[in-house]
Structure formats: structure tokens, C-alpha cells
């Protein structure tokens, strides 16, 4: 086996590279992408993914619908973002060419397999002519390979059907991929190993692809189309590092917090909705951790059965996406009136109603922060990175186990998917906040506060003398018996509302991510739109602009300086991938003149979307901002 | 685990209440229910701090607040749900669910379906009086065709459900009826479901005399009682009538019940066979009305089946199978 660890003279550097992979549902892009995810991390470079696949399971082959891409951004200097333009795209058909060509730069690089661009593919694509026979493609640079045919070659003495054989062609375009940014393939070669060990002629032969295509790479170089590159390796912290998902970062985080919380067992309840289900999924393999999971009739009964084990003294966990936390409003608002703790994660995707399952979006902020019925307050966080994900889970059970309330976690369905390198904290370093259950009677009602926190006592069912009634009436302050006296009402709104405005006192002052804390222009952004409008920023400092970036993780209640922090810049510009939610919370909050930059795309902000917007001009045409109307 | 030093095995019903007042109405069949219920926990028992008792919304729902027991006060027919919650937390509670057919049939329908599917160790206790009671008399999914109330000023149209044939159908293990008057029958029957592990499901008629009353007057009345009730026992026969004279056997070549005069041809009760069981719970007039232990039939439930651990390594699962080093 040939592998070129060195780079070899003659190879051109790259500070970071883009590339997106993409083909049929069938053709294992996802795969393809993750293993060069894997290649590239174990290469050294800092990356960032952004998995982008069709709802349909299996769509029909060759169409337009059916295309399933994977980006990795990944190079020597921090990638916070799947990158904006693609350097190179890996056309496995004429859809993937059509559906993603348009992301491609003036300039770069188009890898299609010609035996894929025959006339019912075509067709199927909406091609009138084959792009690869007139000067449509011109300003790429297309590289046309028959991977189908060097495939079967390559397959040929393992002696599978050809449609076997056709499977095997991710591989030989990844291994074309790996040997063009000097990758290994070792790790590659485990895992196939490991995949099909049942079936060793299966491996044999996707090995076999994977080394054609390295090899093919190897031997064309000195051609005048094909260059290898060299990426630097990324300066980063030292440690142990490994990938992670932001699915697998909130569920790791919540068992790390239920550790911290010291709290014996977690139940996690779920009900099937895109893309919260592999939240779901993930913890259910973690029943050595103390976690119970619950797949539960509907939305309802999962909110139900976690504030039930949560009443139970259990850490009570559920998760959906926007339509089923919307099922999820009434079980909240009791979970507040009986101030139990209650984790709920949010898988935002871009609605209202089924909308688009499978594109993210940040459009239920609104909803987490005020889509309850009555006076109805919560804290509300979001994670700004799939490596956030895993802090921000921990957060949520000190919060909700601190304060007795529900918290509401506001990922999407962007950060589920997508994958960053992550350094491994140790136990011995994670944070402890051990709860503690009342067992005392002398003195005790149910909603007897602490003085600090404003929290009830959380008493275990099981423990002796404790016996007590609690339920969605309203109670009375003093004994927590039911209560329909006025004043009493207000007085317990009134507590319900001082004790999550408290919690601002518990968490970080507001930081500047970039930039100064005073100036002409701070750009205020929330969740997974971190990296984007970091860059953005850094782009536009660059350029010699009076501008910083300001990244709120807590929504409900807002750092206590935040309004100060705001009002010290002339201007404040808020992207949202929503129609302009956080900007109105804040001009309400703080009446700052914030103007809102929407993206309802159900695609990632591009770093230059924001950097245009912070030069003051109109976004670029291609794909757009989106929306991009003024909110506020 | 909290182990308690206090046994409760000399506690009287009393001591099974709470301070607080009871509301329901002056002559409320909820009354006689408390009352059968805090007997049947003395007699067996129960031991207050490990006894939780849930409840969605309606009159029936107020009860957990009038047991000197644990107690939560849910949302409209979630009770099942949020008990589930409870035991997976915590099997070794003692569970109780109370409900009226419209928290328990009509907004908490799918959740009755699935615990008694899933056999979840709770007591599930549904008060059926036929009616909306603490909305103010609008008719419910158990209420007869042509019932008249507030939104149906020209009578029902709707054909009800029946409690115990939903039960079963959801694949309940055990399934009984009674009577909230019958306070001997309903003590007894509560005590068997309190020994029953798994959903145990008791549907009891409920006199709401506000909105519905004598609803059950045809089937309890004194006069009729004997007539149209039949008291079924494990392993006896299926008598009924002022004398035991008549009894109910299969009709030949038929899967349907008959009545016949009292002769050694009468079904004997079997509360393990379920197709007996779904032909009783289907009984009404002009047959006589099952009460009793219509079903019971156990198996392991639920929260006893799910596997958990603890004190699994952190480190390990955070470091996974491929991690790579970045040195200074």
C-alpha cells in the first residue's frame, strides 16, 4: 500500500479548503464526507461539517430531490464555519451537479463521474444538453472521470455484481479526494474493516476502490489538470481531542450533568421527529450511565413522563423539534407551576407547522421564551457550537436543578448534524453542583423558598413524613395549599418571575467575542450562527471596520449587562435565521434601536452574507440572504 | 433509598386523609369512592410516603388532594403519562392514577390506551358518571345517545365507549367494575387491584348528582340491582337475579351470551380467559351488567423490564473509540 505521509514537492498550499460531496441518497455521501472528516482529523486540521440531506429516505435515483451532500471546511487557521464557496465539488450525478454547481467558485474544481451524465440521467436532472459537451461549466475547472467504469476495475477481482461494484464508487472518489490533500487512509481501511466484517469481500472490494482512486490521483499528478495540495495543521489547545456531533455533545453533556448533579438517574423521553430523534437514539445506548430512555405515545406523554420522573426525584429529559415542543407547551407550563426541573431540548427546523424537517432554522425563540399561556417565565439557553453543546447540556441541569424550573435548550437542526473537533474534557474537570433533597419535616411546605434562589425544596416521593399535595392550582405562598385569594396570585406571579430574572445573577456577564465593548457597530447573533458572524466580523475588522460581536447564550434571563453592553455602540445589527425574533426581545427588553438581518433560507448564514451587510451593502445576489427584510 | 422505621400496618382509614376539605358536592359519588379507597389502603397496608397518587383534571381529579398520601394534581388526562414517569424513576412507589371518562377517555385517551398496552404497575382508577361534571353538565364520551345537556340540546349522537371493552382491547391484564354505593364490592375490588402488579384498570360508576343524576338508577337501583348486575367471581358461576336463579351461558354454536334459568350448563367465571372477559365487559341492558373482576391475567410490567445502570466510566464514553493527540 502506497500512502505519502510527506507531501510531495510540487504540491501547492492551501490555508483552508472547501469541499462538498454530493449525489444520490443512495450513493453514500454521508459516509464519504465523515470519513474524510475523520482523514482530516487525524491530519491535524481544525474542520467544520454541515451534513446536507433530502427528507425523503429514499428518494427516487437521479433526481433533484434525491441529492444528499456532505461540506467540510477544514484548514490551518480557525474554521468556524462549513464554509461559504465550494473549492471543490464531487459531482456523483447530473442532479448533484445541478442541485449545488451554483456554490462552487468562479475557478474551482468539479469532479464528475461521466458514466453518471447519460441521457436519463440527464433528463432526469433537467438537462437539455449535457454540461459536460458545451461551455456551461466554463468558468470551473471540470475534471471528468468514468469512476463508474475505474471502479468496476478496480473491483473486478472480488468478483461483485455490478451493482455491487457501483456501490463501491464513494470510495474511489474519496480516495481520490485523500491522496489530492495528502490524507492517509489507514483510518478509512479500519473502518470498512470493522463495517463489513461480516462480509470480508465487501471491505476487500471498497478497499480496493479507495486505493484506486488514491492511486489514480497519484499517477495523473504531473498532468496538467490535477494538482495535490498541502493544508497546515491547526495551532490548537493541547489535549486529547475527538469529533463531535452536537446531537452527541448534548447527550454526553447531560450525562456529565447528571454526574455533576449527582443525581442517580436520568429519564429521557422522546417521541420520532426530525432531526431531535438521534438525541433520542444516542442516549438510549447509554443505559450504563443511569439513562432511562422513553419512547412515549406523542410529544405530550414524553413531556409528561420526564416531569413525572422529575417530580420523582429522577432528572426528567425531553426533546423535540418546533412542532412537538408546541405539544410540549401545557406539560411547561405545569412543570412552572409545580416548579419541578425540566430539561426540554429543542431541535429547531424551519416551519411553522411540518414546514422543512430536515433545514434548520432558529425560529422558536419566540416560542421558548413566551409560547406559554399566561404569565409563564423560563430560562431559555442556546449552544453556540457543536462543542458548545456538550457545556451548554451541563448548564441546563444546574439551572434546572438550582432553580426547580424547566429549561429550555434551543439547538437545531443544523448543530444536530454537524461536526467540529472537540477537546476531551477530564471528569476530574467538569463542573459540580451535587443537589439536595429535603428529608427534614420540621418546618416544611412544599413552596417554602430559599432565600437566594427563590427555589421550592425538591422532596423524593419515598421519603418519610414529607407526604404533600402539589398540582397545576394556583397554591398559597406561605402553606402551598390551593389558593384563589388575589393578592396571593400576584404574589406568586410575581415570585415565579423574580426567581428565573434571579438566575441572571447566577450566570456570565455578557462577553465580546470580537471586537471592543464600546464603537460604531456590535453584531448580536444567538446559537449555531456563532462561527458565520465570527468570521464575518473578523473579515470585517480586518477591513479596517469599527465593528465587534457580541454572542448571547442566555435568552431568558439575558446577561444583567447586556443592555449596557448594547447601548455603548452606535449600532446594533441582530442576524437571525428567523424573521427577526432575538431583535425584537431586545428592542423590548432594552429599547435599542437593533436592526434585525434575516436569513430564512433553511440554509446556514454564508460569512459573506454578514460580512456584506456589515460593509452596508445589499447581500450578493447568489442564493441571497434569504429574507433579508428588516426586522423591529 | 429512604427505609422507614414507620409501619403503617395499624393505620384506620382516617389516617389515610389530608387536612384539607373535601369539595365535591353534598351527595357526590367521589365521597363514597374516598371513602372505599382510604378502607382498602388501611387494609392492606399501605404505607403513606411510598404511596404517590396522580391525577389529570375534572371532580375525580381533585382526590389526590384529600389523601394524606403523596399527591400530584396534572393536566387534563395526562395522569398516565406522567405516572409512567414516576415509576420508570422510581418502580418501588406505590402508583395510583385517578380519572373520570373524560380525563381518562376523551382528551387523555391515547395515553389510557398506551399504559395499559405497555402494563405499567399503576392502579388506574376511572370515576364514569357519564358526564362532564366540573365544566357544568356537557356530555362525555361514556354518555349515552340522545344524552341532553348544554351542548347537545338536542341529545347525544355520538355512541359512548365502553371502559372496560377499551380496556381490553388496549390489552389491560387486569380489568374489573364496580359500583361507587357497592362499598363492600368496590373495597374489594380496589384491594385486588392494590395486589395486582401491572396496570390494573377499575371502572367505577359514579353518581354525579348535579349534572347526571340516577344516570345508573336502571342498573343500581335497589329494585333492579339484582336483575341487572351480575357479580362475577373467579371460578364460580355466573349467577345473577334476587335468588341466584338465572345465569348467562354460551349460546350454542353461538360466541354470544344468553340468559337461561340457573342449571349446571352456566358459565363458570374464568377471570384469565380474555375472550369471556371481552363478551362480559360487553354486557348492558337488557343483560345484566358485569361487576367485579372482569379480567386478570398478570405479567412482568413494564418499568420492571427496562434495563439501566449506573456508574458507567465518563472518561470512556467521552473518549469513545478514535481520538487523536495534539501535544504543545
Known amino acids: ?632 | 433509598m429512604t427505609v422507614t422505621t414507620i409501619t403503617d400496618a395499624q393505620l384506620a382509614p382516617k389516617d389515610y386523609a389530608s387536612d384539607q376539605e373535601v369539595r365535591w358536592c353534598p351527595g357526590c359519588g367521589d365521597y363514597a369512592i374516598l371513602k372505599a379507597v382510604q378502607k382498602a389502603c388501611a387494609d392492606m397496608g399501605v404505607v403513606r410516603e411510598r404511596t404517590v397518587f396522580v391525577s389529570g383534571i375534572g371532580c375525580a381529579a381533585r382526590f389526590p388532594y384529600y389523601m394524606s398520601t403523596y399527591g400530584f394534581h396534572t393536566v387534563h388526562g395526562r395522569a398516565p403519562a406522567i405516572a409512567t414517569g414516576i415509576k420508570l424513576a422510581n418502580p418501588d412507589l406505590d402508583v395510583w392514577v385517578m380519572t373520570g371518562d373524560g380525563d381518562g377517555l376523551s382528551i387523555g385517551g391515547n395515553h389510557m390506551l398506551h399504559v395499559l398496552r405497555r402494563n405499567v404497575d399503576l392502579k388506574i382508577i376511572l370515576f364514569n358518571n357519564e358526564i362532564y361534571g366540573l365544566t357544568k353538565g356537557q356530555y362525555s364520551p361514556t354518555s349515552r345517545r340522545g344524552t341532553r345537556s348544554p351542548s347537545t340540546p338536542l341529545g347525544s349522537i355520538e355512541n359512548p365507549v365502553s371502559a372496560c371493552a377499551f380496556a381490553l382491547g388496549a390489552g389491560a391484564r387486569f380489568v374489573a367494575r364496580s359500583i361507587d354505593t357497592l362499598q363492600a364490592h368496590l373495597i374489594a375490588t380496589l384491594k385486588r387491584a392494590q395486589g395486582h402488579r401491572g396496570a390494573s384498570f377499575i371502572e367505577i360508576l359514579q353518581n354525579c348528582v348535579v349534572f347526571n343524576d340516577a344516570v345508573f338508577e336502571n342498573i343500581t337501583g335497589k329494585e333492579v340491582a339484582p336483575d341487572a348486575q351480575v357479580l362475577v367471581e373467579h371460578s364460580k358461576p355466573l349467577l345473577f337475579g334476587k335468588n341466584k336463579e338465572k345465569g348467562l351461558r354460551l349460546k350454542p354454536g353461538k360466541l354470544e351470551l344468553e340468559i337461561v334459568p340457573a342449571a349446571p350448563d352456566v358459565l363458570v367465571h374464568d377471570e384469565t380467559n380474555r375472550p369471556l372477559a371481552q363478551l362480559l365487559a360487553a354486557l348492558e341492558p337488557p343483560f345484566p351488567v358485569a361487576m367485579g373482576v372482569l379480567y386478570c391475567n398478570p405479567a412482568t410490567s413494564y418499568e420492571r423490564e427496562v434495563v439501566v445502570g449506573s456508574g458507567g466510566s465518563l472518561d470512556a464514553l467521552l473518549n469513545g473509540e478514535r481520538t487523536w493527540e495534539v501535544v504543545p
Request: glycine share 10%; with cysteine.
Open chain 1, 1 to 632: 500500500m502506497a500512502t505519502s505521509t510527506v507531501p510531495r514537492p510540487g504540491r501547492e498550499t492551501r490555508d483552508s479548503v472547501v469541499i462538498r460531496f454530493a449525489g444520490d441518497s443512495g450513493d453514500g455521501m454521508q459516509v464519504t464526507g465523515s470519513q474524510f472528516m475523520l482523514e482530516t482529523a487525524l491530519a491535524g486540521s481544525d474542520f467544520s461539517t454541515f451534513p446536507d440531506f433530502p427528507a425523503e429516505i429514499r428518494a427516487p435515483t437521479g433526481t433533484t430531490f434525491g441529492v444528499s451532500a456532505f461540506q467540510i471546511h477544514f484548514g490551518g487557521t480557525d474554521v468556524m464555519t462549513p464554509g461559504d464557496a465550494v473549492d471543490v465539488l464531487v459531482a456523483m450525478n447530473p442532479a448533484a451537479l445541478t442541485v449545488e454547481v451554483s456554490d462552487v467558485k468562479v475557478g474551482g474544481t468539479v469532479i464528475v463521474d461521466t458514466d453518471a451524465f447519460n441521457e436519463r440521467n440527464l433528463k432526469k436532472a433537467g438537462y437539455a444538453k449535457n454540461p459536460l459537451e458545451d461551455d456551461s461549466l466554463a468558468k470551473y475547472q471540470v475534471l471528468k472521470f468514468d469512476i463508474t467504469k475505474l471502479t468496476a476495475d478496480a473491483v473486478k477481482p472480488h468478483g461483485l455484481s455490478s451493482r455491487e461494484a457501483h456501490l463501491c464508487r464513494n470510495m474511489w472518489a474519496l480516495g481520490l479526494l485523500l491522496w489530492m490533500y495528502g490524507h492517509e487512509r489507514t483510518a478509512t481501511i479500519e473502518w470498512l474493516n470493522r463495517k463489513f466484517a461480516k462480509k470480508p469481500v465487501i471491505a476487500a472490494a471498497n478497499i480496493a476502490a479507495l486505493n484506486a482512486g488514491h492511486a489514480f490521483g497519484e499517477t495523473a499528478e504531473m498532468t496538467e489538470h490535477m494538482v495535490g495540495y498541502v493544508v497546515p495543521k491547526a495551532t490548537v489547545q493541547a489535549g486529547r481531542y475527538r469529533t463531535v456531533t452536537g446531537t452527541e455533545g448534548l447527550a454526553w453533556g447531560l450525562v456529565a450533568g447528571l454526574r455533576a448533579a449527582g443525581i442517580e438517574k436520568m429519564v429521557f423521553a422522546g417521541y420520532p421527529i426530525t432531526p431531535a430523534s438521534a438525541l433520542l437514539h444516542t442516549l438510549a445506548n447509554l443505559r450504563a450511565y443511569g439513562v432511562v430512555t422513553f419512547q412515549a405515545e406523542d410529544e405530550i406523554a414524553a413531556s409528561g413522563a420526564a416531569l413525572g420522573a422529575s417530580y420523582a426525584g429522577a432528572l426528567g429529559v425531553t426533546s423535540s423539534s418546533g412542532p412537538g415542543i408546541a405539544l410540549k407547551t401545557e406539560m411547561l407550563g405545569l412543570a412552572i407551576a409545580t416548579e419541578l426541573p425540566l430539561i426540554v431540548i429543542d431541535s429547531q427546523r424551519a416551519g411553522p407547522s411540518t414546514g422543512m424537517p430536515t433545514k434548520a432554522e432558529q425560529s422558536d425563540l419566540f416560542q421558548a421564551v413566551h409560547g406559554r399561556n399566561a404569565d409563564a417565565p423560563l430560562a431559555v439557553i442556546a449552544p453556540t457550537s457543536t462543542a458548545d453543546c456538550f457545556d451548554i447540556a451541563i448548564e441546563a441541569v444546574r439551572l434546572a436543578t438550582k432553580y426547580m424550573t424547566p429549561v429550555i435548550v434551543l439547538s437545531d437542526g443544523y448543530l444536530a448534524h454537524a461536526a467540529e473537533p472537540w477537546r476531551i474534557p477530564h471528569e476530574a474537570e467538569l463542573p459540580r453542583f451535587p443537589v439536595t433533597y429535603r428529608t427534614e419535616p420540621e418546618g416544611f411546605h412544599p413552596f417554602l423558598r430559599d432565600p437566594d434562589t427563590l427555589a421550592r425544596p425538591w422532596v423524593k416521593p419515598g421519603t418519610p413524613q414529607l407526604e404533600h399535595r402539589i398540582g397545576g392550582l394556583e397554591r398559597d405562598y406561605d402553606s402551598g395549599h390551593i389558593s384563589y385569594d388575589p393578592d396571593n396570585h400576584a404574589r406568586m406571579t410575581k415570585a415565579r418571575a423574580d426567581k428565573i430574572a434571579g438566575i441572571a445573577n447566577d450566570i456570565p456577564l455578557q462577553n465580546v467575542s470580537l471586537g471592543e465593548d464600546h464603537g460604531k457597530l456590535a453584531v448580536v447573533g444567538w446559537g449555531s450562527t456563532f462561527g458565520a458572524i465570527h468570521q464575518a466580523v473578523k473579515i470585517a475588522r480586518d477591513e479596517g471596520n469599527d465593528v465587534a460581536h457580541i454572542h448571547v447564550r442566555y435568552l431568558s434571563p439575558f446577561p444583567r449587562n447586556l443592555g449596557d453592553l448594547l447601548k455603548r455602540y452606535d449600532r446594533v445589527l441582530v442576524p437571525e435565521m428567523n424573521n427577526g425574533q432575538l431583535v425584537k426581545l431586545l428592542r423590548a427588553e432594552y429599547l435599542v434601536d437593533a436592526e434585525g438581518f434575516s436569513k430564512v433560507t433553511g440554509k446556514p448564514f454564508r460569512v459573506t452574507d454578514i460580512v456584506q451587510r456589515i460593509r452596508g451593502g445589499a447581500p450578493p445576489p447568489s442564493e441571497g440572504s434569504g429574507f433579508g427584510g428588516e426586522a423591529g
